[in-house]
């Protein structure tokens, strides 16, 4: 790959030119037309850690996010300049590197459903178990039932930005080529014939959009010249500067969640600290934390100085494997290539994390409710629209009502179905893994009579 093909201003939808005088680059532009987005604003009110949180303290998806964006652009700004020093890519570029990486980490959970990744989960679960949810895909090729029995919010993120928040023109958000090809951290589609071929490197774990899009991010991949990973299929090598979102990801939810944990009383002081410390591995950072009184301050400058420290951890690890990542040969998480000592310590974070904070009672309980809350309204809407769709006038009433709380954007045309059974499932799955926590729990309870709406 070649980062004057990677580095690229053109948009998806949109072959003009941009216009000069606006003050912006146009990966800024990206990052502003994100950030203003109603899909991002949603994020407040999606978990992270805790769901439905009472805590004005605890992370959301959109704390998290922002937090994402700004370790991203430090790590995009330090990979820029090393870049530049050996001659790789032109000094005028160092700087969207660091811009195009926060665009693509402010963006990573955009497509996220209501509970997180339980969420997904209840998603997969519906289509997989249901009996209607199996009937519903009976006039579907493989590759578009995998798109629900495997559900992806990466694949629902690239769906967002590049059709759903703005269905009116061609792609979307019209966001440049390379943010949405660093947004794609699993750059293949849902199914490819063979599975046993496809070799276990990290971009292939998930994947990154659904059989409807895969056109878009043909597009994308042609144009920025990434390697098709195996012919005739929709999979792809990752734009280099996918390996630091991820990072940018990994470092956040690792950390800060870790911190929240402590907020929440289920992380003791001495657990918080021990592993940091093993990350940060200098002297002057322990006896700077004696001189703090402050038990909370301690444990803000603990994590200001961990995530600081595996940023540096991470540049470093880019410049070693740049050459692979660049060939396509590397295809691991970053953040597993950084000193024993910081592996060492976020695995203590990830134990700890998995005992003591994401298997807290409370959590596990509302992520169960998920499954009904999800499950339920999916059975609900995609049986209307089914029944719609199969029978037309004489669909039920209460599908006729049903589809009267549905947003236009989501349905062919004014209260009529998508004529492809796919099309129409997979416009159920955007309303339903769009919504809030807090709208999914509230339509849930009113659809079923649990509460009234008040006038």
């Known amino acids: 790959m070649e980062w004057n093909k990677l580095i690229c201003t053109t948009r998806l939808g949109d072959t003009d030119s941009e216009n000069p005088s606006a003050g912006r680059s146009a990966f800024q532009r990206d990052f502003d037309r994100i950030a203003f987005s109603s899909s991002f604003r949603r994020l407040q009110d999606k978990t992270q850690v805790v769901p439905l949180a009472e805590s004005d303290y605890v992370r959301t998806r959109l704390t998290h996010s922002l937090e994402a964006a700004s370790v991203g652009r430090s790590l995009g700004s330090l990979v820029g300049e090393e870049l530049t020093k050996k001659g790789m890519i032109d000094d005028k570029l160092a700087p969207d590197l660091g811009t195009i990486v926060a665009a693509g980490a402010l963006a990573h959970d955009i497509g996220n459903p209501p509970f997180g990744h339980s969420g997904e989960s209840a998603i997969q679960h519906w289509f997989s178990t249901s009996e209607f949810g199996q009937l519903v895909q009976t006039e579907m090729t493989d590759g578009q039932k995998q798109d629900f029995l495997r559900y992806e919010g990466n694949a629902q993120g690239f769906r967002i930005l590049s059709r759903l928040q703005d269905p009116t023109r061609a792609g979307g958000l019209q966001i440049t080529y390379s943010t949405l090809a660093a947004f794609t951290k699993y750059p293949l589609e849902s199914y490819i014939q063979n599975q046993d071929q496809i070799h276990s490197g990290k971009s292939s774990k998930k994947f990154g959009f659904f059989q409807a899009d895969t056109s878009q991010f043909e597009e994308i991949a042609e144009a920025l010249g990434l390697e098709r990973r195996k012919s005739g299929t929709?999979?792809?090598?990752?734009?280099?500067?996918?390996?630091?979102?991820?990072?940018?990801?990994?470092?956040?939810?690792?950390?800060?969640?870790?911190?929240?944990?402590?907020?929440?009383?289920?992380?003791?002081?001495?657990?918080?600290?021990?592993?940091?410390?093993?990350?940060?591995?200098?002297?002057?950072?322990?006896?700077?934390?004696?001189?703090?009184?402050?038990?909370?301050?301690?444990?803000?400058?603990?994590?200001?100085?961990?995530?600081?420290?595996?940023?540096?951890?991470?540049?470093?690890?880019?410049?070693?494997?740049?050459?692979?990542?660049?060939?396509?040969?590397?295809?691991?998480?970053?953040?597993?290539?950084?000193?024993?000592?910081?592996?060492?310590?976020?695995?203590?974070?990830?134990?700890?994390?998995?005992?003591?904070?994401?298997?807290?009672?409370?959590?596990?309980?509302?992520?169960?409710?998920?499954?009904?809350?999800?499950?339920?309204?999916?059975?609900?809407?995609?049986?209307?629209?089914?029944?719609?769709?199969?029978?037309?006038?004489?669909?039920?009433?209460?599908?006729?009502?049903?589809?009267?709380?549905?947003?236009?954007?989501?349905?062919?045309?004014?209260?009529?179905?998508n004529p492809d059974q796919y099309e129409r499932v997979l416009q159920i799955t955007d309303f339903v893994s769009g919504m809030t926590d807090s709208y999914a729990v509230s339509l849930f309870r009113k659809i079923r009579g649990i509460s009234l709406p008040t006038m």
Request: proline share 5%; hydrophobic share 40%; net charge negative.
């Open 234 to 417: 929709h999979w792809w090598t990752r734009h280099p500067l996918a390996f630091l979102v991820e990072a940018a990801d990994d470092i956040c939810y690792r950390i800060i969640d870790f911190e929240d944990g402590y907020r929440l009383k289920r992380i003791r002081q001495c657990e918080f600290t021990e592993p940091l410390l093993q990350i940060v591995n200098e002297p002057k950072v322990k006896d700077k934390l004696g001189t703090i009184e402050n038990p909370e301050q301690q444990v803000a400058y603990l994590r200001a100085k961990g995530i600081n420290s595996l940023v540096l951890q991470v540049a470093e690890a880019f410049r070693q494997k740049v050459s692979g990542i660049m060939d396509g040969t590397f295809d691991e998480a970053l953040i597993s290539q950084i000193p024993r000592s910081s592996i060492e310590g976020l695995r203590e974070i990830e134990k700890l994390s998995l005992t003591k904070v994401y298997s807290a009672r409370p959590i596990v309980e509302i992520e169960a409710a998920g499954f009904e809350v999800l499950g339920g309204l999916l059975e609900t809407f995609v049986s209307a629209i089914e029944d719609k769709a199969r029978h037309g006038n004489s669909r039920t009433a209460k599908s006729e009502k049903l589809l009267q709380l549905l947003p236009g954007q989501f349905l062919h045309s004014p209260l009529t179905p």
